[in-house]
């Protein structure tokens, strides 16, 4: 997948991939490809935010454990959006998230949401 210039890449793994998460944090459908993570493990957690529970329809949420072991992976997708989506993300993240850089299997560098 070829990102332009003035796009960001977002590795998604849990609720971002869903499109009715897309649609109301972002306005559209994000385009991606599948990708894996090499190095982190899911876990998961509970969410206590009310809109972003109902919203996805999920009270728990998994969360990324970087391991540092290549023999855990996650699997997911790597989707382009703009700086002003990112800031989006930013925002439906709750605060159990903070976002970091990584080097996907694909080589692709990408944000991706992890634990604190």
């Known amino acids: 997948m070829s990102f332009g210039s003035g796009t960001e890449s977002l590795f998604a793994y849990g609720t971002l991939q869903l499109p009715e998460v897309q649609l109301d944090t972002f306005g559209r ?12 493990r899911l876990e998961w957690v ?22 540092d072991d290549p023999r855990d992976r996650v699997f ?34 990408a944000w991706v949401y992890v634990g604190h």
């Open 76 to 109: 997911g997708r790597v989707l382009a959006l703009t700086p002003e989506e990112l800031d989006a993300a930013d925002e439906y993240e709750v605060s159990l998230y903070r976002r970091v850089s990584v080097q996907l299997a694909s080589g692709i560098r």
């Open 29 to 40: 459908l994000l385009a991606g490809e599948d990708d894996v993570l090499p190095g982190y």
């Open 46 to 67: 509970e969410i206590d935010d009310d809109r972003v529970a109902q919203l996805s329809g999920l009270d728990s949420h998994p969360i990324l454990r970087r391991t």
